[in-house]
């Protein structure tokens, strides 16, 4: 290398190095602000970012004890059972159910109005029960029925103008309302019905739709008059005769009142006491004694052999029929009572009868001084 290349190069190596001298001070300075940047921001972020890591806690305290909560609550209500396809075979089965005319179909009432009812009956379609099939009675009303309430009802037309099945509880009383009434005159339950018309000899009433007739003789213990009183009344029958084949149904309150009244007569009787005196009317005369009527229901009876003292062979010797005596109670067993008019006479006699005494004659009685004398010493 010559000494012009020598020179050359020197002073491009000085050149050099100056300048990496001037690069490395200017990277130390900027590194020097950059440290004093990232000095002032974590400064002026420290607190900042305290608050924010202590929302972060309680953000997750609550969050943690919410999620216990409800894992307590997932843990405590029972799982519900899941569904399947063969929880739904009923109502697929009943949907796919051919409906036939004639038929007998349970539903479940979902509306009410004055001139019809709608009836859920679990398939493709609602039914509904217009007035007219209701029932034949005057007074019957769909404002009786309740939402909610099952019923029993026969399809008479499969699809109606509306799409709907018509239904009638009428048709379908015929046929369930007579089982029903013959299991009441089995059982010789009581209802209670409403009578709606006077008619000859009797009275009518509905029962399960069914137009039943209850007898003049069969309305009462004693005779009615005026049958036309007992329209619109409520009374308590029984059936006493129900045949479906000649749509013949017959009611009776009779029974029911003769066993009320039984009842009450019992009550009466049992708070008689033995030794009451009373005033009664004679019903009837018997070979073995008379009945005679104390009034409220109650009768007793007076045996021959406590009519008299004297010995009598028939009652009619001394009593008659609608004749008033004084008797007195002298039993009271198994709801009756027994009398007598002979004991009335025996406690009359008693209070009659005194003690009398014989007065010694008027000689036996009298004394002379000399005999009061006589025995006397002086």
Same mark, same amino acid.
């Given at each position: 290398?010559?000494?012009?290349?020598?020179?050359?190069?020197?002073?491009?190596?000085?050149?050099?190095?100056?300048?990496?001298?001037?690069?490395?001070?200017?990277?130390?300075?900027?590194?020097?602000?950059?440290?004093?940047?990232?000095?002032?921001?974590?400064?002026s972020a420290e607190p900042a970012e305290e608050v924010k890591?202590?929302?972060?806690?309680?953000?997750?305290?609550?969050?943690?004890?919410?999620?216990a909560g409800e894992t307590e609550e997932a843990a405590a209500?029972?799982?519900?059972?899941?569904?399947?396809?063969?929880?739904?075979?009923?109502?697929?089965?009943?949907?796919?159910?051919?409906?036939?005319?004639?038929?007998?179909?349970?539903?479940?009432?979902?509306?009410?109005?004055?001139?019809?009812?709608?009836?859920?009956?679990?398939?493709?379609?609602?039914?509904?029960?217009?007035?007219?099939?209701?029932?034949?009675?005057?007074?019957?009303?769909?404002? #009786?029925?309740? !939402? =909610?309430? &099952? $019923?029993?009802?026969? /399809? @008479?037309?499969?699809?109606?103008?509306?799409? +709907?099945?018509? %239904?009638?509880?009428?048709?379908?009383?015929?046929?369930?309302?007579?089982?029903?009434?013959?299991?009441?005159?089995?059982?010789?339950?009581?209802?209670?019905?409403?009578?709606?018309?006077?008619?000859?000899?009797?009275?009518?009433?509905?029962?399960?739709?069914?137009?039943?007739?209850?007898?003049?003789?069969?309305?009462?213990?004693?005779?009615?008059?005026?049958? #036309?009183?007992? !329209? =619109?009344? &409520? $009374?308590?029958?029984? /059936? @006493?005769?129900?045949?479906?084949?000649?749509? +013949?149904?017959? %009611?009776?309150?009779?029974?029911?009142?003769?066993?009320?009244?039984?009842?009450?007569?019992?009550?009466?009787?049992?708070?008689?006491?033995?030794?009451?005196?009373?005033?009664?009317?004679?019903?009837?005369?018997?070979?073995?004694?008379?009945?005679?009527?104390?009034?409220?229901?109650?009768?007793?009876?007076?045996?021959?052999?406590?009519?008299?003292?004297?010995?009598?062979k028939h009652p009619g010797v001394v009593l008659k029929e609608?004749?008033?005596?004084?008797?007195?109670?002298?039993?009271?067993?198994?709801?009756?009572?027994?009398?007598?008019?002979?004991?009335?006479?025996?406690?009359?006699?008693?209070?009659?009868?005194?003690?009398?005494?014989?007065?010694?004659?008027?000689?036996?009685?009298?004394?002379?001084?000399?005999?009061?004398?006589?025995?006397?010493?002086?």
């Amino acid at each position: 290398m010559n000494e012009e290349e020598r020179v050359i190069t020197e002073e491009t190596s000085e050149t050099a190095a100056e300048t990496n001298t001037e690069t490395e001070t200017a990277s130390v300075a900027a590194t020097a602000e950059s440290v004093e940047a990232e000095a002032a921001t974590e400064a002026s972020a420290e607190p900042a970012e305290e608050v924010k890591e202590t929302a972060e806690e309680t953000d997750a305290e609550e969050a943690a004890e919410a999620g216990a909560g409800e894992t307590e609550e997932a843990a405590a209500a029972p799982e519900a059972p899941a569904e399947t396809m063969a929880d739904y075979d009923d109502a697929i089965t009943a949907s796919m159910k051919p409906i036939h005319e004639g038929d007998i179909l349970k539903g479940t009432v979902i509306g009410i109005s004055d001139e019809e009812l709608t009836v859920d009956l679990g398939i493709y379609t609602d039914g509904v029960v217009r007035l007219a099939d209701a029932s034949d009675d005057p007074d019957f009303s769909f404002r #009786d029925f309740e !939402v =909610g309430q &099952e $019923i029993s009802a026969t /399809v @008479i037309r499969r699809d109606n103008a509306q799409g +709907r099945i018509q %239904l009638s509880l009428k048709a379908a009383a015929a046929v369930l309302g007579w089982e029903r009434l013959q299991q009441l005159e089995k059982d010789q339950s009581n209802i209670t019905v409403k009578i709606s018309e006077a008619v000859k000899s009797g009275v009518t009433a509905y029962v399960e739709g069914i137009r039943g007739f209850i007898p003049a003789s069969k309305l009462s213990l004693s005779y009615v008059e005026n049958l #036309d009183e007992y !329209v =619109g009344r &409520e $009374i308590e029958v029984r /059936v @006493i005769t129900a045949e479906p084949e000649n749509k +013949r149904l017959v %009611l009776s309150a009779r029974d029911i009142l003769r066993e009320k009244e039984q009842e009450e007569r019992k009550q009466r009787i049992s708070n008689v006491e033995v030794g009451l005196v009373t005033e009664g009317t004679v019903e009837t005369l018997k070979d073995y004694g008379a009945f005679i009527d104390l009034g409220k229901g109650m009768s007793g009876l007076l045996h021959v052999s406590q009519i008299s003292q004297q010995r009598i062979k028939h009652p009619g010797v001394v009593l008659k029929e609608g004749q008033k005596v004084k008797v007195k109670v002298i039993g009271v067993k198994d709801g009756k009572i027994s009398l007598s008019m002979k004991a009335l006479e025996d406690a009359q006699a008693e209070e009659v009868e005194e003690e009398t005494y014989k007065m010694p004659k008027a000689e036996a009685a009298t004394t002379s001084f000399a005999s009061l004398l006589k025995n006397i010493k002086l």
